[in-house]
């Protein structure tokens, strides 16, 4: 396409480009990075290719790599939303391990069986998350402050529940959650679902846009863009099968990221969000309900928190007491910038966080694969996470915090 | 260099300012003799902020000459407008407020002691106790910044003005925050400043004052000099014949629309702002809100739309009582506004046009839990089309559009609903002449459909041009309402000054 089509004609008629404008440049260079690291992993690991056996690439470490992302990735999917409305959460790491806490000893103490235990888990993750929203939203204290006071009172929630104690061991069917494995069988079921469904998806939006005249994308830019999806799916399930399968909570991990990236991008609720903190002058002025959107997407933070710690409870068989030196909250702050969310607010995408999850876990888990010292971890990742934010403000002429 | 002084503390002659596609100043002339009090006089835009800002520094010229204390500066900035003895008190005073007086008074240039490593706040307050008890201020020095009145800000940075030697303090509406007594205050400050032989710029839209204080008077109009003279030379009648006194050339696409039944009547309304007013608007009829800025008019907008509750009032949609205490209330009643910020109030910018655009009235594309993208898309791609904002795509970030684009985007968003009363705060401010008169169009287009049309402009050209009744405010209250065929420039102009 040349470039005269994206110009303005002297009548000022409206020129369909539009489908240029939605090439998502940033994940495109979000992938190259993260492939660039897993290739640089792989060949520190395996003499420079010469013996993959054993290096980063194999398939029991990618599966590894992909179960240890999985709770900070379920975490950035909600840190996403209180970002873009300009806020942020920090107690999600302690409020996951309170939960985790809780759970353990409903189970080992009280002797409840699983599925209530889910229930009232998220039920009290909910509350304590529109808890925190209804302080921030309707009192006005910063979020910063009382979330930063969350995470100190349920630090202290931790040890009331554990007094110190290691709550164990789980049942088998709780421990599923953390530590099962789908089938091969069901994984590719769920990888054709997967790859049909978004052509399915795909046609439908071409099918609606041509037929209230605003197609605008060539058919083949829709094709390679279904087809580097339908790729990346089902060479992760190859992957992953060769293994064990796909890890229960990565599937967990990819069912909340759609859900919630359904909610950000495709209802009201969402729209509301992005417009809350792009500009609140302009949501007041549009008659949108501030305070009580504000509340919900904390509440929802809370939610993913618990989620969050009951896989962390069912994957180290007992109840998280260390959750309160393990800084999720941090690290799933971290996800979502990475993930191209703005601190200033109004921007960012839930699957970016997903994204920066997994770079921060393949550094995790290259670095001490070379028998790095931790140290080098942290100093990469906070290294990359300033860079991310500087090539953002570089490339999009834009402020962030 | 030193030039020929004639006896004047400041000569501007010719001043030239230039901003993209509009000439701010246009050959603007002003003379300042010292121990006297000139008064600025123009209509709201007439270029007297571009001028003074010109003056202290803020903005370069691109033409003329500025001859000050008999020497004439080059492209100054700030600090040298003040080195050179130029000290302004602005509309809205910006102190640091939890800072004591003194540290205000000498902020930036802070006496120092022990080679320059620590501030000697010994001096700094036995400096700014001396000048007080010279100027005879009463305020504590030590006191917070915070206690003070907005007059007491204000006597401050007079204070501090002269602390400065300045020999010219230009003054931008400093009375519009003051009480009866604080203006008698600052006017005494006024007559001792005189007598030490300080030159006073003074910028005010408010009659009664010029004539009180003015000694000369300069008339400014559409960026150019228009007159100047002793205050003997000029009352009230010549003076509002001289900011007005323009040949409408400005095409209004005024349509003319039968006006159907009443829509909106407010009784008695009064809020933070304005009070005991009144007036109703027609389908089909547009109504001007004419007076100077800060008499109201964007208040009893706000009170209106639900942003601010009334104090008391009644507001009636169709005949009936409502109360709206929030903007969701008037949205629901058909009530919309769209604010004279553009970019602060009417669009979320890091957004694109498309999301803008459905933000108000999502709810109708809705299809079970989730939003109908194509169907959204439509809808957005037929506003974009029949208001021709120029735009690449519906995807595009709204910031990247000029301007006038960026307006018919957030007159687009209440397009998309059902809206019967438009307020439009400003709808043309800082936009190109061109996408200026498409938004008339629009405007005339609404009002044909059918809407009733409120309109805030502080431009009497697009007031006498667009309105069918005009409402003027002066002060909080309502002046008086004109027909179309009524309406002359000093008609409305002798409403708003007094």
């Given at each position: 396409?040349?470039?005269?089509?994206n110009?303005?004609t002297?009548?000022?008629?409206?020129v369909?480009?539009?489908?240029?404008?939605?090439?998502?440049y940033?994940?495109?260079?979000?992938l190259a990075?993260?492939?660039?690291l897993w290739?640089g992993f792989?060949?520190f690991?395996?003499?420079?290719f010469?013996?993959?056996?054993g290096?980063?690439?194999t398939a029991r470490?990618l599966s590894?790599?992909t179960r240890a992302?999985?709770?900070?990735?379920?975490?950035?999917?909600g840190?996403?939303?209180?970002?873009v409305?300009g806020?942020?959460d920090?107690?999600?790491g302690?409020?996951?391990?309170?939960?985790?806490c809780a759970a353990?000893a409903?189970?080992?103490?009280?002797?409840w069986s699983?599925?209530p235990?889910?229930?009232?888990?998220l039920?009290?993750?909910a509350v304590i998350?529109?808890l925190q929203?209804?302080?921030?939203?309707?009192?006005?204290?910063?979020?910063f402050i009382v979330?930063?006071?969350?995470?100190?009172?349920f630090?202290g929630?931790?040890?009331f529940?554990?007094?110190?104690m290691?709550?164990?061991?789980?049942r088998e069917s709780f421990?599923?959650?953390?530590?099962?494995?789908?089938s091969?069988?069901w994984?590719?079921?769920l990888a054709v679902a997967?790859v049909?469904g978004l052509?399915?998806k795909?046609?439908?939006?071409r099918?609606a846009?041509?037929?209230?005249?605003?197609?605008d994308?060539p058919?083949g830019?829709m094709l390679?863009r279904?087809?580097a999806?339908a790729?990346?799916?089902?060479?992760?399930?190859?992957?992953l099968?060769?293994?064990?399968g796909l890890p229960i909570?990565v599937?967990?991990?990819l069912v909340l990221m759609?859900?919630?990236?359904?909610i950000?991008e495709?209802t009201?609720?969402?729209?509301?969000?992005?417009a809350i903190?792009?500009n609140?002058a302009?949501?007041?002025y549009s008659?949108?309900a501030?305070?009580r959107?504000?509340?919900v997407?904390?509440?929802?933070?809370g939610?993913?928190a618990?989620v969050?710690?009951?896989i962390?409870?069912a994957?180290?068989n007992a109840?998280?007491?260390?959750a309160?030196n393990m800084?999720?909250?941090l690290?799933?702050?971290a996800?979502?910038?990475?993930?191209?969310?703005?601190?200033?607010?109004g921007v960012?995408k839930?699957a970016?966080?997903?994204?920066g999850?997994?770079i921060?876990a393949?550094i995790?888990?290259?670095?001490?694969m070379m028998?790095?010292?931790p140290?080098?971890?942290f100093l990469?990742k906070?290294?990359i996470?300033?860079?991310a934010?500087?090539f953002?403000?570089r490339?999009?002429g834009?402020?962030?915090? | 260099?030193i030039v020929?002084?004639?006896?004047y503390?400041?000569e501007?002659?010719?001043?030239?300012?230039?901003?993209?596609g509009?000439?701010?100043?246009?050959?603007?002339s002003i003379?300042?003799?010292p121990?006297?009090v000139h008064v600025?006089?123009?209509?709201?835009?007439?270029?007297?902020?571009?001028?003074?800002k010109?003056l202290s520094?803020a903005?370069?010229i691109?033409?003329?000459?500025i001859?000050?204390?008999?020497r004439?500066?080059h492209?100054?900035?700030?600090?040298d407008?003040?080195?050179?003895?130029i000290?302004?008190?602005h509309?809205e005073?910006s102190p640091?407020?939890?800072m004591?007086?003194a540290?205000?008074?000498?902020?930036?240039?802070?006496?120092?002691?022990m080679r320059?490593?620590?501030i000697?706040?010994?001096a700094?307050y036995?400096n700014?106790?001396d000048?007080?008890?010279?100027l005879?201020?009463?305020?504590d020095?030590g006191a917070k910044m915070?206690?003070?009145?907005?007059?007491?800000?204000q006597?401050?940075?007079?204070a501090?003005a002269i602390?400065?030697d300045?020999s010219?303090i230009i003054m931008d509406?400093p009375?519009?925050?003051?009480?009866?007594?604080?203006v008698?205050v600052l006017?005494?400050?006024?007559?001792?400043?005189?007598t030490?032989?300080?030159?006073?710029i003074y910028?005010?839209?408010k009659?009664?004052?010029?004539?009180?204080?003015?000694?000369?008077i300069t008339?400014?109009?559409?960026?150019?000099?228009?007159?100047?003279g002793?205050?003997?030379?000029?009352?009230?009648?010549r003076?509002?014949s001289?900011m007005?006194g323009?040949t409408?050339?400005?095409?209004?696409?005024?349509q003319t629309?039968?006006v159907?039944?009443?829509?909106l009547r407010?009784?008695?309304?009064?809020?933070?702002?304005f009070?005991g007013?009144?007036?109703?608007v027609?389908?089909?009829?547009?109504?001007?809100?004419?007076g100077?800025?800060?008499?109201?008019?964007?208040?009893?907008?706000?009170a209106?739309?639900?942003?601010d509750?009334?104090s008391s009032?009644?507001?009636?949609i169709?005949?009936?009582?409502?109360?709206i205490?929030r903007v969701?209330?008037?949205?629901?009643?058909?009530?919309a506004?769209?604010s004279e910020?553009?970019?602060?109030?009417g669009?979320?910018?890091?957004?694109?046009?498309?999301?803008?655009?459905?933000?108000?009235?999502?709810?109708?594309?809705?299809s079970?839990?989730?939003?109908?993208?194509a169907a959204?898309?439509?809808r957005v791609e037929?506003l974009?089309?029949t208001?021709?904002v120029?735009?690449?795509?519906?995807?595009?970030?709204?910031?990247?559009?000029s301007?006038g684009?960026?307006?018919k985007?957030?007159?687009a968003k209440?397009?998309?609903g059902?809206v019967?009363?438009?307020i439009?705060?400003?709808?043309?401010?800082?936009?190109?002449?061109?996408?200026?008169s498409?938004?008339h169009r629009?405007m005339?287009?609404?009002?044909?459909?059918?809407m009733?049309?409120?309109?805030?402009?502080?431009e009497l050209?697009?007031?006498?041009?667009?309105?069918d009744?005009?409402?003027v405010?002066h002060?909080g209250?309502?002046?008086g309402?004109?027909?179309?065929?009524?309406?002359?420039?000093?008609?409305?102009m002798?409403m708003a000054?007094?």
């Amino acid at each position: 396409m040349s470039s005269e089509e994206n110009e303005l004609t002297a009548s000022g008629r409206y020129v369909r480009a539009g489908w240029r404008q939605r090439i998502d440049y940033r994940t495109i260079t979000m992938l190259a990075v993260l492939l660039l690291l897993w290739l640089g992993f792989t060949a520190f690991t395996s003499e420079y290719f010469s013996d993959l056996s054993g290096s980063f690439i194999t398939a029991r470490n990618l599966s590894n790599l992909t179960r240890a992302m999985a709770i900070v990735g379920i975490m950035g999917c909600g840190m996403v939303l209180v970002i873009v409305t300009g806020g942020i959460d920090l107690s999600v790491g302690t409020v996951a391990g309170f939960i985790g806490c809780a759970a353990a000893a409903m189970q080992v103490w009280w002797e409840w069986s699983t599925p209530p235990i889910i229930v009232v888990c998220l039920a009290i993750g909910a509350v304590i998350g529109a808890l925190q929203g209804t302080i921030i939203a309707y009192v006005g204290i910063a979020a910063f402050i009382v979330t930063l006071g969350g995470q100190l009172v349920f630090r202290g929630g931790i040890l009331f529940i554990t007094k110190g104690m290691t709550i164990a061991p789980m049942r088998e069917s709780f421990k599923y959650f953390g530590n099962a494995y789908l089938s091969a069988t069901w994984g590719w079921i769920l990888a054709v679902a997967a790859v049909l469904g978004l052509l399915a998806k795909e046609l439908r939006q071409r099918a609606a846009r041509r037929r209230y005249n605003t197609l605008d994308e060539p058919s083949g830019f829709m094709l390679a863009r279904w087809a580097a999806y339908a790729a990346i799916i089902v060479v992760a399930i190859v992957v992953l099968n060769r293994y064990r399968g796909l890890p229960i909570p990565v599937l967990i991990m990819l069912v909340l990221m759609l859900v919630f990236t359904l909610i950000a991008e495709k209802t009201t609720f969402g729209r509301k969000i992005y417009a809350i903190g792009g500009n609140i002058a302009a949501a007041r002025y549009s008659g949108i309900a501030v305070k009580r959107n504000l509340a919900v997407v904390y509440a929802l933070n809370g939610l993913l928190a618990a989620v969050a710690g009951l896989i962390l409870t069912a994957r180290l068989n007992a109840g998280p007491t260390s959750a309160a030196n393990m800084n999720m909250e941090l690290d799933a702050i971290a996800a979502a910038v990475i993930g191209g969310t703005s601190m200033s607010g109004g921007v960012g995408k839930v699957a970016g966080a997903i994204l920066g999850a997994m770079i921060m876990a393949s550094i995790d888990n290259g670095m001490s694969m070379m028998n790095l010292m931790p140290a080098w971890q942290f100093l990469v990742k906070g290294m990359i996470l300033v860079a991310a934010v500087w090539f953002d403000m570089r490339t999009q002429g834009r402020k962030r915090a | 260099m030193i030039v020929e002084n004639d006896g004047y503390v400041l000569e501007m002659s010719g001043i030239i300012k230039e901003f993209p596609g509009v000439k701010a100043l246009d050959n603007m002339s002003i003379k300042v003799r010292p121990g006297t009090v000139h008064v600025l006089v123009g209509e709201n835009g007439a270029g007297k902020s571009t001028l003074m800002k010109v003056l202290s520094g803020a903005y370069s010229i691109d033409a003329g000459r500025i001859v000050f204390n008999g020497r004439e500066l080059h492209d100054q900035n700030t600090a040298d407008a003040l080195n050179a003895g130029i000290s302004m008190i602005h509309q809205e005073l910006s102190p640091i407020r939890d800072m004591t007086i003194a540290e205000n008074v000498f902020l930036g240039r802070e006496p120092m002691k022990m080679r320059g490593f620590f501030i000697d706040f010994d001096a700094l307050y036995r400096n700014t106790r001396d000048l007080f008890g010279h100027l005879g201020i009463k305020y504590d020095p030590g006191a917070k910044m915070r206690t003070l009145s907005v007059a007491g800000m204000q006597l401050v940075e007079i204070a501090k003005a002269i602390s400065r030697d300045a020999s010219l303090i230009i003054m931008d509406e400093p009375t519009s925050a003051l009480t009866e007594n604080e203006v008698e205050v600052l006017f005494r400050q006024i007559a001792e400043l005189k007598t030490r032989g300080v030159a006073i710029i003074y910028i005010t839209h408010k009659m009664d004052e010029i004539f009180t204080i003015a000694d000369e008077i300069t008339v400014i109009r559409d960026g150019e000099w228009i007159a100047s003279g002793p205050a003997a030379d000029f009352d009230q009648e010549r003076l509002v014949s001289l900011m007005v006194g323009r040949t409408i050339t400005d095409i209004f696409p005024k349509q003319t629309v039968p006006v159907g039944r009443e829509v909106l009547r407010v009784e008695n309304l009064g809020g933070k702002g304005f009070e005991g007013v009144s007036f109703s608007v027609r389908a089909g009829e547009i109504v001007g809100l004419a007076g100077l800025v800060g008499a109201g008019r964007t208040e009893i907008a706000r009170a209106v739309f639900g942003l601010d509750a009334p104090s008391s009032g009644k507001v009636f949609i169709d005949g009936e009582e409502v109360a709206i205490r929030r903007v969701r209330d008037s949205i629901r009643r058909g009530v919309a506004m769209i604010s004279e910020d553009r970019k602060e109030e009417g669009l979320v910018l890091q957004r694109s046009v498309r999301e803008n655009v459905s933000l108000v009235y999502l709810g109708q594309f809705v299809s079970g839990p989730l939003i109908d993208g194509a169907a959204e898309r439509r809808r957005v791609e037929e506003l974009i089309e029949t208001l021709r904002v120029k735009v690449a795509s519906m995807d595009a970030e709204v910031s990247t559009l000029s301007g006038g684009n960026q307006q018919k985007v957030v007159i687009a968003k209440w397009i998309l609903g059902d809206v019967k009363v438009l307020i439009l705060d400003e709808p043309t401010r800082g936009i190109d002449i061109g996408a200026k008169s498409e938004i008339h169009r629009l405007m005339g287009n609404l009002a044909a459909r059918g809407m009733a049309l409120i309109m805030i402009s502080s431009e009497l050209p697009e007031i006498l041009g667009m309105s069918d009744r005009i409402v003027v405010m002066h002060e909080g209250k309502k002046k008086g309402e004109l027909v179309r065929r009524d309406a002359t420039p000093e008609a409305i102009m002798h409403m708003a000054v007094s």
